[in-house]
């Protein structure tokens, strides 16, 4: 074999050889790409089935929660006259001893408890997953009289000359004292006298948690003009002749109310609400963000209206923690002319006082609209969140 058929051999040699070695790189490539891949769907199937597990667990704590909130709310609410005393069973979570429900656990944690209200957080657990709820409960009016007084109820008034009454009043009333009614008072209805009943105490801050957007710092005028807020004032309001309002406005001290005014929503009060009303004014309540009944006017102390103008509309509940006084004092030639006309349902922790000096209050009890303001049993539920 001569050189050249040699080299020719040798580089035959060298390509299968680099042919060879090629191929084995290619399949050990192979091998390693489809191990790759096969731990890749092993990690996804596996990954899939921990999110699946996942999911089904805070599903079923969801629901374990919504139980848990369900019973607590029946079993320590719902007939309860006082919440302040209300302790949970079960403790903080983790510890204690909490309530097993389906394939999950549940504790229960009340926070800012008065006598009428609540907030309850139940806190479920299943496996690894947590779910909790939020609900306020505040109890519901134990009363289903339109007009409702603590202590006494008393109409008066003066007889126009040439007239025969000086007053209306069409519904069931009660008080827990005594009910009188002066001797030209047009009454329809049924008086139930020394009828004691547990009110509950009323909240004002509540409602500034619950219905208000909006906080205001200090003293706050609301001028003539249109007021569009749902506030709540830390301080005084006043609201003067020719104000519009649409919303509410919630204080933490009193509220004054001058001249001819319009407000559609609630305004309430920590302290007390004064007013001299001229004519045509006008408060009507609307219903809350879940349609709940809201007072029109709510003051947690002493409650009084003066109408020096004809032709003023009340709708809606008033309640409040002290007295409440409606009166009419109309100027001359108008004096016996009807000065307020009010619709809806009075709920006082003091007395209740209607005077005519002069001028004519029709009091219309609405007791479906009491009715549905104590709707529910004794149990209102307000703000729910899941935390």
Do not use: C
């Not at 191929?23 to 990954?47: C, H, K, Q, R, W």
């Not at 800012?112 to 957080?121: L, W």
């Not at 000359?161 to 069931?172: F, R, T, V």
């Amino acid at each position: 074999m001569n050189k050249a058929q040699k080299t020719s051999l040798n580089r035959r040699r060298f390509q299968q050889t680099d042919s060879r070695g090629f191929g084995l790189l290619a399949v050990v490539f192979s091998m390693l790409a489809l191990s790759a891949m096969g731990l890749g769907v092993t990690s996804m199937i596996s990954s899939g089935a921990a999110t699946s597990t996942a999911d089904a667990e805070g599903q079923k704590a969801f629901f374990v929660a919504e139980g848990g909130l369900s019973h607590t709310l029946t079993k320590e609410f719902m007939t309860d006259m006082n919440y302040s005393n209300n302790t949970s069973a079960t403790g903080a979570p983790y510890g204690g001893t909490p309530i097993t429900l389906g394939d999950g656990q549940f504790w229960v944690q009340y926070s800012n408890q008065t006598e009428t209200t609540a907030d309850v957080t139940i806190t479920a657990k299943v496996g690894n997953s947590v779910r909790v709820l939020k609900q306020s409960v505040s109890m519901a009016i134990p009363v289903t009289y339109p007009v409702y007084s603590s202590g006494n109820m008393a109409f008066n008034g003066t007889m126009p000359p040439g007239q025969d009454l000086d007053g209306a009043l069409y519904g069931d009333v009660a008080a827990g004292g005594t009910i009188t009614f002066g001797n030209h008072f047009i009454y329809s209805g049924t008086a139930h006298p020394n009828l004691p009943m547990s009110l509950p105490v009323v909240n004002t801050a509540r409602l500034a948690t619950e219905i208000t957007t909006t906080t205001y710092n200090g003293n706050l005028t609301v001028p003539s003009g249109y007021f569009n807020q749902k506030v709540h004032v830390t301080g005084n309001v006043t609201i003067q002749t020719g104000a519009v309002i649409d919303g509410h406005i919630i204080a933490d001290g009193d509220i004054a109310i001058n001249g001819t005014v319009s407000t559609t929503g609630t305004l309430a009060a920590v302290g007390n609400i004064t007013g001299v009303l001229a004519a045509n004014s006008s408060l009507v309540a609307q219903a809350g963000p879940n349609q709940e009944v809201l007072p029109v006017l709510q003051a947690g102390g002493n409650l009084s209206l003066s109408d020096v103008g004809m032709g003023t509309v009340i709708t809606g509940i008033i309640i409040t923690g002290g007295n409440t006084t409606l009166s009419s004092n109309l100027p001359s030639p108008q004096r016996w002319n009807t000065s307020v006309n009010y619709t809806g349902g009075i709920l006082s922790r003091g007395n209740i006082t209607v005077n005519n000096e002069r001028g004519f209050i029709v009091v219309n009890g609405d007791s479906q609209l009491m009715t549905s303001f104590a709707q529910g049993g004794n149990l209102k539920l307000g703000k729910w969140q899941e935390n």
